[in-house]
Nanobody
């Protein structure tokens, strides 16, 4: 059973950097896709990016600022966030999926079977 736990959120100032971690405390031997999503107050859940087989996919709003990396030995995925903006304030979630999907679906929330509890990121001006 996959059990995802996010960490690393907090309160930072605009322009700062932050790294979020997502670890699987379960037995994620067959995870093929890892996604990062966020939800700001009053807004819908949106994709930040995704990782699959060494490839990464990003939302336009974070391209060039955010990077996703994976450490297979630690069963962990990281979201490196640089040049943070106030509009990046949200609860960030990681998600995982084992089964194969088409590339066009890797950033869709409905593609993911397992979700973490979320971690709050607040960016002040």
């Amino acid at each position: 059973q996959v059990q995802l736990v996010e960490s690393g959120g907090g309160l930072v100032q605009a322009g700062d950097s932050l790294r979020l971690s997502c670890t699987d405390s379960g037995r994620a031997f067959s995870i093929n896709y890892m996604g990062w999503f966020r939800q700001a107050p009053g807004k819908e859940l949106e994709s930040v990016g995704a990782w699959s087989a060494g490839k990464t996919y990003y939302a336009d709003s974070v391209k060039g600022r955010f990077t996703i990396s994976r450490d297979n030995a630690k069963n962990a995925v990281y979201l490196h966030m640089n040049s943070l903006k106030t509009e990046d304030t949200a609860v960030y979630f990681c998600a995982a999926r084992a089964g194969r999907i088409v590339v066009s679906a890797v950033r869709s929330p409905s593609s993911y079977d397992y979700w973490g509890q979320g971690t709050q990121v607040t960016v002040s001006s």
